[in-house]
């Protein structure tokens, strides 16, 4: 069964705003070509490399309808969505923090929403066993009424709330590997039973103030949000540590029908806006271990939606990596900068204390990596 790769051209046409990395220009900032790093290049160069390498052929390429009004609706309230629309009609503007949008903005952050939809309702009505939705702009720090940090929509919300009233799923687990906390999904489904929220990140990154791992979920949702906050230069190995350790044994005890990953590659060695070390090796090696989850856990349904990564040269060969190890293909495109990551990794001092911390961490989830929330 094909692996279901959704992406539509329209998506990296989404800009807007006068930044300079993520500082507003103005007083000594001056402009930068490309203004903030969510730019399209990162993802139209992975498309270009998956097609270069023939690893597009091993993808079932399609793309997919906007989400509907009452699909947003079901995260977003109807005001910040008839703000958003009035402003995108108006030629474009900034409604949050760190989140400018131009002409169109409205309607292409609905059509990235839209594919994340696409490829979660695939996969749970047996289209593919997994997918890959190549959603711009992303999702994963917008809150219901603030777009927030190169995000308009919350994507993989807006598409496990479609998923959940189609009752094409009761129990969905979303684990986040982007570098930066996915507060947005975190706040939206705080006191949620039904969804388990997984976020590995560089503590103190962005925001700055979310992210604690004493931040369990509320009410009936206590237990069902797990904050991994690691350390800058936390390399290789204590990703997949921290993979093994915590993530693996939450999903064991969570047992969803389907799991959702925020596919961020801002964790590799090659980023601006980032000091984790990462490789495409690693991702490679996560992607192994959550798909293996998922077939142990649930039939194999797995979708994974990008998030960050804002290395133009680098990401697509991390996201190439992904997709290798989603679709379970022979083809590869080779890290340039293999030798480049390995010899940058932390020694066994710093292994030492990232194994440490995952070990407190072990005791204060306690119960969540056995018997779940």
Known sequence: MATGFYWDERCFWHGGGNYAMTMPVGGLVQPMPGGLPEHPEAKR????LIRVTGLADHLDMRGAEPASEEELLRV??????????????EGGGELGLRAPFGPGGFEI???SAGLARAALFDVLRGRFENAYALSRPPGHHCLPEIPNGFCLLA????AVEAALAEGLAGRVAIVDWDVHHGNGTEAIFYDRADVLTISLHQERNYPFDTGDAEDRGAGAGRGANLNIPLPPGTGHHGYLAAFDRLVLPALDAFEP??????CGYDAAAIDPLSRMLAGADTFRALTE????????????????V????????YAPFCGHAVLEALADT??????????TVIARQPGPRHDRMVDELIADLETLFGANLSGGP
């Open 306 to 313: 990008h998030e960050g990564g804002y290395s133009e040269a």
């Open 257 to 262: 029908e389907v799991i959702v990953v925020a």
């Open 45 to 48: 160069r992975l498309l270009n």
């Open 76 to 89: 977003h309230p109807i005001s910040y969505l008839r703000e958003f629309r009035r402003v995108s009609d």
């Open 155 to 158: 994507n993989i919300a807006i």
């Open 109 to 111: 952050a609905a059509l």
């Open 330 to 339: 022979p083809v590869t495109a080779p890290d340039p900068l293999a030798e």
């Open 289 to 304: 271990r959550v798909r293996g989850a998922a077939e142990t856990l649930c039939d194999g349904r797995l979708v994974l």
